[in-house]
């Protein structure tokens, strides 16, 4: 069974600096990517960034780029968001989604994690 969590998030002022994780587990494919999303209130739910299992990375949105980067470490089956210079707009659920080709397959399914709140105080 994939799993996916997130973990990570919590409350910090203007300016500050989280680190997010996300630790992907219950597959074998090394065709996979690992993608952020986040949801603010109100709004629909953005792609923010992304990294393969080949650590070729790639953003979505200008907002985040220059203070959001993303690694992995793939011993640890964990991708990091590192998140800098937070501004309030940046409050909201953070979520992790894996996409994963299994052996075979010509598709990639989707896994989720439940999301981590990341809130950032003016």
């Known amino acids: 069974e994939v799993q996916v969590v997130e973990s990570g998030g919590g409350l910090v002022q203007a300016g500050g600096s989280l680190r997010l994780s996300c630790a992907a587990s219950?597959?074998?494919?090394?065709?996979?990517?690992i993608h952020w999303f986040r949801q603010a209130p109100g709004k629909e739910r953005e792609g923010l960034l992304c990294?393969?299992?080949?650590?070729?990375?790639?953003y979505f949105v200008d907002s985040v780029k220059g203070r959001f980067t993303i690694s992995s470490d793939n011993a640890k089956n964990t991708v990091y968001l590192q998140m800098n210079s937070l501004k309030p707009e940046d409050t909201a659920v953070y979520y992790c989604?894996?996409?994963?080709?299994?052996?075979?397959?010509?598709?990639?399914?989707?896994?989720w994690g439940q999301g981590t709140q990341v809130t950032v105080s003016s």
């Open positions: 989604n894996a996409g994963v080709r299994a052996p075979g397959s010509t598709t990639y399914d989707d896994y």
């Open positions: 990294i393969s299992s080949s650590d070729d990375s790639a």
């Open positions: 219950g597959f074998t494919s090394d065709d996979y990517a």
